[in-house]
């Protein structure tokens, strides 16, 4: 559930920076796409490691 939800955070936080650099439309897709797989995959790594750390199975 965390990768999912960081995926959604960074899609937004990436729009954000491109609109806040002056991108055009596919400028800020780009960036929230790229953002988007980042934290994404930072968040399964996190959810990964808490599953690992709390011991759930």
């Keep these: 559930m965390i ?3 960081f995926a959604i955070i960074g899609f937004i936080w990436g729009y954000l920076v491109a609109r806040r650099r ?3 439309t596919l400028d800020r ?3 929230g796409a790229a953002f988007a797989i980042a934290f ?3 968040g399964t790594l996190l959810g990964i ?3 690992r750390y ?4």
């Excluded at 709390?54 to 199975?57: D, K, R, T």
């Design 3 to 5: 990768g999912p939800l």
């Design 22 to 24: 002056g991108g055009r």
């Design 29 to 31: 897709l780009q960036y």
């Design 40 to 42: 994404g995959l930072f």
């Design 49 to 51: 490691a808490l599953a």
């Design 54 to 57: 709390l011991g759930a199975a």
